[in-house]
């Protein structure tokens, strides 16, 4: 394992990256929202990596939390293309 983390994602780098969003749902009553970044970086967390965080669900206080980094726009087809896949 590498000490050297800096290129990994942090909540003041994603929050810097506007369109990317991080979804957090939980596995026990299927809560879901998007992390408080804003509020990790006010409370000193902001340079710990994401894979680094533990959350915790604020309905049921679960700790089984699914992270997903995703975009916030909705990704649409090019022109002239169909959003289906053939094969």
């Known amino acids: ?4 983390h800096h290129e990994l ?10 369109y990317v969003r991080v979804v957090l ?7 879901q929202r998007d992390a408080d ?3 990790l970086i006010a409370a000193g ?7 680094h965080l533990r959350w915790r669900c604020s309905q049921c206080r679960s700790e089984r939390i699914d992270m997903i980094c995703t975009s916030h726009a909705r990704v649409q087809p090019a022109p002239n293309q169909s959003p289906t896949v053939s094969t």
């Open 1 to 4: 394992m590498r000490d050297d």
């Open 25 to 31: 749902t939980c596995w026990s009553c299927r809560h």
């Open 37 to 39: 970044l804003q509020a």
């Open 45 to 51: 967390r902001g340079d710990v990596p994401l894979i």
């Open 9 to 18: 994602p942090t909540p003041r780098t994603t929050l810097a990256a506007r």
